[in-house]
């Protein structure tokens, strides 16, 4: 996109945005000029907001979601039930199942996929903590929901997970196929989501 009858600041701001998910050069450019025109005031909550994000949030020490206090909320909500855990890749996966509101577990966070192709194995997720949290929890643990998406890393990172907790004598099951494969979970409707939840399967 050629941008040099663009004023330099606005052209570092359209390439800042086109480096978000999702938004293109055309959206960027768009995006860009409305925040400029929106005026001080607005640019100033824009940017009060991106910095107190900054500041404020970072991952939960237990289950690894985004948080602003440690442990998170949900964490250290007495009402969730210790004996199920849910496995998600990204943080965006557990404010997908959240929306659904069937789920009254915890959550692990595993912050990718296990891809071989792309040199990521099961050191660099988190893998180790989600077995650790078996031990060291101080309740037991009776089931562990293997969530991730269903496509092809998923359903390798799925495959492992339930190889490595089979022999820990702990259910491990996983999300039914009302979801199609290849999809996000954080793009399926609640009343998917919700359903795959109950009819989950267990893996042996």
Not at 23 to 32: D, F, N, S, V
Not at 63 to 85: A, E, F, H, K, Y
Not at 118 to 128: A, L, M, N, S, T
Not at 131 to 147: H, N, P
Request: glycine content about 8%; some cysteine.
């Amino acid at each position: 996109m050629i941008m040099s009858h663009l004023p330099e600041a606005i052209s570092q701001l359209v390439e800042e945005l086109r480096k978000l998910p999702g938004i293109g050069p055309k959206t960027a450019q768009r995006l860009a000029f409305h925040l400029v025109v929106s005026g001080k005031d607005s640019m100033n909550r824009l940017v009060s907001s991106l910095i107190e994000a900054r500041d404020k949030i970072g991952y939960c020490s237990v289950c690894g979601n985004l948080t602003d206090v440690d442990p998170c909320g949900i964490c250290q909500d007495v009402r969730r039930d210790p004996s199920v855990i849910c496995v998600v890749a990204y943080p965006k996966d557990v404010l997908a199942i959240e929306r659904a509101g069937a789920f009254r577990g915890l959550y692990h966070v595993l912050h990718g996929y296990i891809e071989p192709l792309k040199g990521i194995g099961p050191e660099e997720i988190r893998v180790k903590e989600l077995m650790d949290r078996l031990v060291s929890t101080g309740r037991e643990v009776k089931e562990v929901i293997l969530a991730t998406n269903p496509d092809v890393d998923g359903e390798t990172t799925a495959l492992y997970l339930a190889k490595e907790l089979k022999p820990r004598n702990v259910k491990v099951t996983r999300l039914a196929r009302g979801l199609p494969f290849g999809a996000d979970l954080d793009y399926a409707d609640e009343v998917t989501l919700s359903k795959s939840l109950e009819a989950r399967r267990e893996m042996t």
